[in-house]
Every structure is written in structure tokens, then in C-alpha cells.
């Protein structure tokens, strides 16, 4: 009777859990769930819906900026290209134009002996002799004729600038053993009662040997008065010139000038009166040092260097063009892609 008893509770509970089971409310509960359930992913469809449109303008955004910076970046590179050719073209003219002196003292111990060439005029030479270690000895009778040992030449020709006016030169043979002091020491005699002034005019060029060697002579003089300049020394004084050689070499032929430095000292004449009407000339020509200057006209542009920096300046363009070629197709192609995604997310709506 136990048993039994059991067994039916047993049934009458399964059956009660059956029945409470299979209650209408709980079929009402699945049905609100599913649809929370669902509500839940169309919000969350939602969400995304209304978000993707921001997401799309920032990357539209950062396109529109990274484009402005990369035709910024080229324009820059550009400018500054553009500047370099300007600054290489421009260094490179102003270097041919101006080029640099290079300066050397060359040390000799004799130079080959100039020309010295004297225009005496009314004046009269009287003595021309060669001294040593710039020893000159007293004067012995001074304003009278007295032996000599120069070399000189007496040459007559029509000037340069005036071809009616024939002038006659004294060519002395100057001085060369700069190591012994060499010089020459002339005394000239004028009357001055005729003229305002006194002085006697000379000029100096290269070499002496060069006149003795030219065909015509007068021609040669000619050419060096075109080309040397005049000084003068007066009456009454010695004055004592120290010479010194410069050799120009550049873009044309070589050129010798004569630089001097000159000193004069009075002369106390101690003549009797009659014959201090004639006034005394004294000249002394030697060397300042053994130094030659020689000056070389250096042009520092080079046109490689210029030709290379133009080809990197324009390889630099080449190249930033080349990258902004290539930014404008990849920016295209976004643009494309962009297009695309569109038109296909709005047919996937329709």
C-alpha cells in the first residue's frame, strides 16, 4: 500500500511540472525575450548606421589634409630647387667675372736689365756710371762732362698720341746684380734761363736686350710709351729710384709693370755763381730687393661643379614630381574606391 502511494505522488508531480511547463505564461516570456533579443541588434544596427557617416567624413578629412600637405611638400621643394639654380647660376657668373688674385714673391738674384729710357730734351748728359753695394763716391767737378762706362742707345721716333711730334730718347741699359747692389748713378746739365720749369721725363720697361733685338727700333719705343707710363725727376736734387718688377699672368697675355719708390735729396752746389745758371740733374736707378712679384688672375668658377649641382637640383624635382605623380593617382584611386563603396551600400538600401 506503500508503494503505490509513492508511485503517484511521483505521477502527480511529473504531471503537475508538465502542466505548469506548458502555462501560456511562459510561452508570453520566450516571446517578449525574443523580442528584446531583437530589438537589441536592430539598436545596435543602429548605432553603427549612425556612426559610420562620422568615421567616413574623418577619413574624408584626413585625405583633404594629407593631400594639402603633400602639394604643399612639393611646392616647397620646388621654390627651393628653383632657388639653387638661381644661386649656383648666379655664384658661378660673379665668380667668371671677378676673379682672384694670387700673389708670390719669387726671389733672384739678378734681373735681366731693364730699359731706361730718358727724355733730356735742351739737357745734356754728362756722366752715366755704374756703382756697387750702394756706394757712390763725392762728386769730382761736378757739372762737367765726365767718362762713363752705360750702355746706351739714342733713339728718334714719332709718339703714339701725337705722330707730328718726333721725340729722341737716351736708352740706358740698367741695372741687373741685385745681389751686389748694383746701380747707376747719371748726372745731366740744363740752362733754365729758358724755361719755367726743370725736369727730365724717363720711362722704364721690361728689358733692355728686347730694343737691341727689335728690327725697327723706333717702333718698339713707340709701343712701350703706349703701354709704360712717364715720371720725372727735377733739377737741383738727386733723386734716387728704387725699382721693382711685377708679372701679371691671366686671361690674356703676361704683363710687366715697374713699381718704384723714389727719394729726393738737395743738392748743395758749390759752383761759382756764373755757372750755377746751369742747373744739375742727378738720378740713381738700383733695385729695392731681390723679390719678383708675380700676381696670377685665378677664375675660381668652375662649370663642372656649377653642371653638377644643376643636375642634382633637377634630379631633386624630378623626383618630388614623381612622388606627386604618384600621390595624385593613389588619391584618385581612393576616390575611386570611395565611389564605389558608396554606390554599392546605397543599392544594398534600395
Same mark, same amino acid.
Given at each position: 500500500?506503500?508503494?503505490?502511494?509513492?508511485?503517484?505522488?511521483?505521477?502527480?508531480?511529473?504531471?503537475?511540472?508538465?502542466?505548469?511547463?506548458?502555462?501560456?505564461?511562459?510561452?508570453?516570456?520566450?516571446?517578449?525575450?525574443?523580442?528584446?533579443?531583437?530589438?537589441?541588434?536592430?539598436?545596435?544596427?543602429?548605432?553603427?548606421?549612425?556612426?559610420?557617416?562620422?568615421?567616413?567624413?574623418?577619413?574624408?578629412?584626413?585625405?583633404?589634409?594629407?593631400?594639402?600637405?603633400?602639394?604643399?611638400?612639393?611646392?616647397?621643394?620646388?621654390?627651393?630647387?628653383?632657388?639653387?639654380?638661381?644661386?649656383?647660376?648666379?655664384?658661378?657668373?660673379?665668380?667668371?667675372?671677378?676673379?682672384?688674385?694670387?700673389?708670390?714673391?719669387?726671389?733672384?738674384?739678378?734681373?735681366?736689365? &731693364?730699359?731706361?729710357?730718358?727724355? &733730356?730734351?735742351?739737357?745734356?748728359?754728362?756722366?752715366?756710371?755704374? $756703382?756697387?753695394?750702394?756706394?757712390?763716391?763725392?762728386?769730382?767737378?761736378?757739372?762737367?762732362?765726365?767718362?762713363?762706362?752705360?750702355?746706351?742707345?739714342?733713339?728718334?721716333?714719332?709718339?703714339?698720341?701725337?705722330?707730328?711730334?718726333?721725340?729722341?730718347?737716351?736708352?740706358?741699359?740698367?741695372?741687373?746684380?741685385?745681389?751686389?747692389?748694383?746701380?747707376?748713378?747719371?748726372?745731366?746739365? $740744363?740752362?733754365?734761363?729758358?724755361?719755367?720749369?726743370?725736369?727730365?721725363?724717363?720711362?722704364?720697361?721690361?728689358?733692355?736686350?728686347?730694343?737691341?733685338?727689335?728690327?725697327?727700333?723706333?717702333?718698339?719705343?713707340?709701343?712701350?710709351?703706349?703701354?709704360?707710363?712717364?715720371?720725372?725727376?727735377?733739377?737741383?736734387?738727386?733723386?734716387?729710384?728704387?725699382?721693382?718688377?711685377?708679372?701679371?699672368?691671366?686671361?690674356?697675355?703676361?704683363?710687366?709693370?715697374?713699381?718704384?719708390?723714389?727719394?729726393?735729396?738737395?743738392?748743395?752746389?758749390?759752383?761759382?755763381?756764373?755757372?750755377?745758371?746751369?742747373?744739375?740733374?742727378?738720378?740713381?736707378?738700383?733695385?729695392?730687393?731681390?723679390?719678383?712679384?708675380?700676381?696670377?688672375?685665378?677664375?675660381?668658377?668652375?662649370?663642372?661643379?656649377?653642371?653638377?649641382?644643376?643636375?642634382?637640383?633637377?634630379?631633386?624635382?624630378?623626383?618630388?614630381?614623381?612622388?606627386?605623380?604618384?600621390?595624385?593617382?593613389?588619391?584618385?584611386?581612393?576616390?575611386?574606391?570611395?565611389?564605389?563603396?558608396?554606390?554599392?551600400?546605397?543599392?544594398?538600401?534600395?
Amino acid at each position: 500500500m506503500l508503494r503505490k502511494e509513492n508511485s503517484r505522488s511521483y505521477q502527480e508531480f511529473n504531471d503537475n511540472y508538465d502542466n505548469e511547463g506548458n502555462t501560456p505564461d511562459s510561452d508570453d516570456d520566450m516571446e517578449e525575450l525574443e523580442h528584446d533579443v531583437s530589438n537589441g541588434s536592430i539598436s545596435r544596427e543602429d548605432e553603427i548606421g549612425e556612426s559610420s557617416p562620422s568615421m567616413r567624413f574623418s577619413k574624408t578629412c584626413l585625405k583633404n589634409v594629407f593631400t594639402v600637405v603633400l602639394i604643399t611638400i612639393y611646392l616647397l621643394l620646388t621654390a627651393v630647387a628653383a632657388f639653387l639654380v638661381y644661386q649656383t647660376i648666379s655664384d658661378f657668373l660673379y665668380k667668371l667675372n671677378h676673379p682672384v688674385m694670387s700673389v708670390t714673391y719669387k726671389e733672384v738674384d739678378s734681373f735681366p736689365p &731693364p730699359g731706361i729710357a730718358l727724355y &733730356p730734351g735742351g739737357a745734356q748728359l754728362l756722366s752715366c756710371r755704374h $756703382h756697387f753695394h750702394d756706394d757712390i763716391p763725392p762728386l769730382v767737378d761736378p757739372g762737367k762732362p765726365q767718362e762713363g762706362d752705360c750702355e746706351i742707345m739714342e733713339v728718334t721716333y714719332f709718339g703714339p698720341f701725337t705722330n707730328q711730334t718726333e721725340k729722341r730718347a737716351l736708352v740706358v741699359r740698367g741695372p741687373s746684380d741685385v745681389r751686389n747692389g748694383e746701380l747707376i748713378f747719371m748726372q745731366f746739365s $740744363h740752362n733754365e734761363t729758358e724755361e719755367d720749369f726743370s725736369a727730365i721725363t724717363y720711362m722704364l720697361f721690361a728689358n733692355f736686350s728686347e730694343l737691341t733685338a727689335s728690327v725697327n727700333q723706333s717702333d718698339f719705343m713707340r709701343n712701350c710709351e703706349r703701354n709704360y707710363s712717364k715720371w720725372t725727376f727735377s733739377g737741383g736734387f738727386r733723386t734716387w729710384v728704387k725699382m721693382s718688377l711685377v708679372r701679371t699672368s691671366g686671361r690674356s697675355e703676361e704683363a710687366v709693370e715697374f713699381r718704384q719708390e723714389s727719394m729726393v735729396v738737395k743738392f748743395n752746389d758749390k759752383r761759382p755763381e756764373l755757372e750755377q745758371s746751369n742747373q744739375l740733374f742727378f738720378a740713381v736707378f738700383e733695385w729695392r730687393d731681390p723679390f719678383m712679384q708675380e700676381i696670377r688672375v685665378i677664375v675660381t668658377a668652375n662649370p663642372w661643379n656649377s653642371i653638377a649641382i644643376l643636375c642634382g637640383v633637377f634630379m631633386a624635382v624630378f623626383k618630388a614630381a614623381n612622388f606627386a605623380k604618384l600621390t595624385v593617382r593613389w588619391i584618385i584611386k581612393m576616390r575611386k574606391r570611395h565611389l564605389k563603396n558608396k554606390s554599392r551600400e546605397l543599392n544594398q538600401i534600395n
